[in-house]
């Protein structure tokens, strides 16, 4: 959700991956044999910022469906917004928001959109956590939450009165 780029060490030399890129499935990731995830980087983006809701059976267990939003504003209008999920399907890092949300006002109908592309976008699967469909409910609120919680703290920190946690 954030855009970043991992760097990873190897004896010949430096190579940078997308972090899109950078999952390849459970417990698999770019770095080959030999090398070392030695540094992630994230763009620093201004009027930005970012949220992070999950829904856990209990503290501090894996979560049940897990949502990253981020988002930056230019004036009243959403200039990017990104969306990552976890806990819903092999790959949901490039959930198509910024096509709902992008160059106009963050406006209630306009996230609850996004959160429904969220919803349809991913691909969970029964288990003992939770149905399909109750995973991809959570997938669209939990974005819902994220994408409010991170214009909020746009528009708090632009006032002067951030209260970001």
Known sequence: ???????????????VVPMAEFYRGPFETAVGQGEILVEVQL???PHGSSAYEKVERRAGDWAVVSCGAAVQLDGDVVADA???LAGVGPSTTAIPVAEVLQDSPPTDERIDEAAAIAAASCSPVSDLRGSEAYKRHLAGELTRRALRR????????EAGACRCR
Do not use: M
């Not at 954030?2 to 190579?15: K, Y």
């Open 82 to 84: 990104r969306l990552g």
């Open 43 to 45: 763009p620093r983006r």
């Open 150 to 157: 991170t214009i909020e703290r746009i528009r708090a920190k």
């Open 1 to 15: 959700a954030l855009d970043a780029r991992c760097i990873i060490q190897g004896r010949s030399g430096r190579r």
